[in-house]
């Protein structure tokens, strides 16, 4: 299974960016899986932001921080998953990573989701800046 993020780059406060994270090795509708979006800051932990739950009809999980604000969604067609970003914060700065976790995942609750330890295959990332 390979991740491969792409779309970030500089954006101005209050502005909107869109990634996107391109699956290989598998296809979304063959398998059970949680797919989410994590961010890192420099100097900080890596902070689990959503997620997709597939075995919980898609459900979405969303960290208070950015929470109203961004958004995942999928593309079970293309095998992509995304994350569209609005309102746009200069504390939102942070490499933000892809991550797969395959299985049933049923009753986990929202913390348990976003532990990166849950997730074996991570993407390597891109770079999101967001000016004051």
């Known amino acids: 299974v390979q991740l491969v993020e792409s779309g970030g780059g500089l954006a101005q406060a209050g502005g909107s960016l869109r990634l996107s994270c391109t699956a290989s090795?598998?296809?979304?509708?063959?398998?059970?899986?949680?797919i989410a979006w994590f961010r890192q800051a420099p100097g900080k932990a890596r902070e689990g932001i959503g997620c997709?739950?597939?075995?919980?009809?898609?459900?979405?999980y969303y960290t208070d921080t950015v929470k109203g604000r961004f958004t995942i969604s999928l593309d079970d067609a293309e095998n992509r998953a995304y994350l569209d970003m609005k309102s746009l914060k200069p504390e939102d700065t942070a490499v933000y990573y892809c991550?797969?976790?395959?299985?049933?995942?049923?009753?986990?609750?929202?913390?348990?989701?976003?532990?990166?330890?849950?997730?074996?295959?991570w993407g390597r990332g891109t770079q999101v800046t967001v000016s004051s």
């Open positions: 991550a797969l976790s395959l299985g049933v995942n049923i009753g986990v609750g929202r913390q348990a989701l976003l532990q990166p330890g849950r997730y074996r295959h």
């Open positions: 090795g598998l296809r979304f509708d063959d398998v059970s899986y949680v």
């Open positions: 997709i739950n597939s075995s919980e009809g898609g459900r979405k």
